[in-house]
């Protein structure tokens, strides 16, 4: 502004035209000009040095100039508190500190006459340390030197040269204290408002479900309820836990009682070896052949039992480890057939009758003709004469129907029918095992097996996913 104050009155100077009126619409109306010196980084020059004398005197164009910007440059001065120095087209001083002397010989002033606007950083000789704070500024001893051409007709009439000293990183923050202070309290507020929240919702949650899964860990502990106050993600964690933690409870239950069946049936034929042994060692001098014939074949019984209990144990181990297989699937109702053909005799009928139109299930077609047979078996065993496999399409599953017409199964024993080694025939060598086989394989793919309650005989469900 000062520059083209001083083009504005400097003799010579052609009377000024009305200014355009900006065009926002014109990306070239506007010239701002970027910062060309970075304080903490720009070489330090030294302090600048007195002019050096000059042998004529300033042109008189620009002493007239001077003395019409006087009274504007020491306004500015008294506000800005900037050194202005006024040279004429040779870098004699016109007006401000050593005036009638050179500085041409100054880089920033050449540059100028050039007319090129220059900007350097130079050392403050006057500068003397007021307060520690300012060790930690570099703005503290230095003064801002910028030269600018003063620009008639197109050609260079002079320089303006400023200079003063930059603001001071701590006097800055000094006089800012009060909105620097209500920024770092209005900070720390949103910092210990997000702690609390992060210790609610996040930190707090994770320790109890922590200190949960160490005391579960020991046999004592229960699973946590879900806070409420919790993030989502903490919330659907907890839900994880207590679903897995329910998941293993239910499952050391069910070993537990599957250890105490198992111990029981395997203590009946194993005491009765045992018993039939020592008889043989104590008394075989004195038996007869037939009372030898009788404990052997004891004897043998109880050894095929024990033998088909390990055969259905390793069958329920494989059915319960069994993991569903991707992009299977099979047809129902070739299952029901090869069964039905497989196990009808002229004293045990087994007929199959399903729609044509029943969709394929995602379960392998081996899978459901061994569910299939332990059902039929089941009702050949329980002494049915005629078994029928019906089925039909429920949408996202296929039921398959395998009814009788045995005498059922009495109401108390309902409710056991699919527990391991539970079974009313065991005199006939039945070991319990072959309806949780069933059911383990049927849920190992997303099925299950059920036992529907029918005056008229047994009859059992086994429901599949639809392919």
Request: proline residues 8%; aromatic residues 4%; glycine residues 8%.
């Amino acid at each position: 502004a000062l520059a083209a104050t001083a083009a504005a009155l400097w003799p010579g100077a052609p009377p000024p035209a009305p200014a355009p009126r900006p065009d926002p619409e014109d990306p070239d109306y506007y010239r701002p000009e970027r910062p060309s010196i970075d304080l903490s980084a720009a070489r330090i020059l030294p302090e600048r040095p007195s002019p050096a004398p000059s042998a004529t005197p300033p042109q008189a164009d620009a002493s007239v100039a001077g003395a019409r910007l006087d009274h504007i440059f020491a306004d500015t001065t008294r506000s800005t508190l900037a050194a202005i120095v006024l040279t004429d087209a040779q870098g004699r001083v016109v007006r401000g500190l050593g005036a009638g002397g050179d500085l041409s010989a100054l880089p920033e002033v050449r540059e100028a006459l050039a007319g090129r606007p220059e900007t350097v950083l130079r050392r403050n000789g006057q500068y003397r340390q007021r307060s520690v704070w300012e060790l930690f500024s570099r703005a503290s001893a230095v003064r801002l030197h910028h030269a600018r051409p003063v620009e008639v007709g197109g050609r260079t009439v002079g320089v303006l040269l400023l200079s003063r000293s930059p603001r001071g990183l701590f006097k800055g923050l000094h006089e800012d204290r009060g909105k620097l202070l209500l920024g770092a309290g209005v900070i720390l507020v949103v910092l210990f408002g997000l702690a609390g929240l992060v210790s609610r919702g996040v930190t707090r949650p994770i320790e109890q479900l922590s200190a949960a899964t160490r005391a579960m860990a020991t046999g004592r502990g229960e699973p946590p309820e879900t806070p409420r106050t919790a993030a989502v993600e903490i919330q659907a964690l907890y839900d994880d836990f207590r679903a897995m933690s329910e998941a293993i409870d239910k499952r050391s239950r069910y070993l537990r009682d599957f250890a105490a069946a198992l111990s029981h049936e395997f203590k009946t034929p194993l005491a009765g070896v045992r018993g039939a042994i020592e008889l043989l060692q104590d008394h075989y001098p004195t038996m007869s052949q037939a009372e030898r014939e009788r404990f052997l074949a004891n004897i043998a019984a109880d050894n095929a039992r024990l033998s088909a209990l390990v055969g259905r144990l390793l069958e329920l181990a494989r059915a319960d480890m069994a993991t569903p297989e991707a992009g299977v699937a099979a047809a129902p109702a070739a299952a029901a057939k090869t069964v039905a053909a497989a196990l009808s005799t002229p004293a045990f009928a087994v007929s199959s009758d399903l729609p044509a139109d029943l969709p394929p299930v995602a379960a392998p077609l081996a899978m459901i003709e061994t569910v299939l047979t332990v059902l039929v078996e089941n009702s050949r065993q329980a002494g049915a004469g005629k078994v029928a496999i019906s089925g039909h399409d429920r949408g996202e599953a296929v039921v398959l129907v395998v009814a009788d017409d045995g005498p059922g199964v009495p109401q108390a024993d309902a409710a056991r029918l699919f527990e391991p080694f539970f079974t009313t025939r065991r005199a006939e060598g039945g070991t319990g095992l072959g309806l949780s086989i069933a059911r383990s394989l049927a849920r190992a793919h997303g099925g299950e097996v059920a036992y529907v309650a029918d005056p008229g005989g047994a009859r059992f469900t086994l429901s599949l996913p639809t392919a």
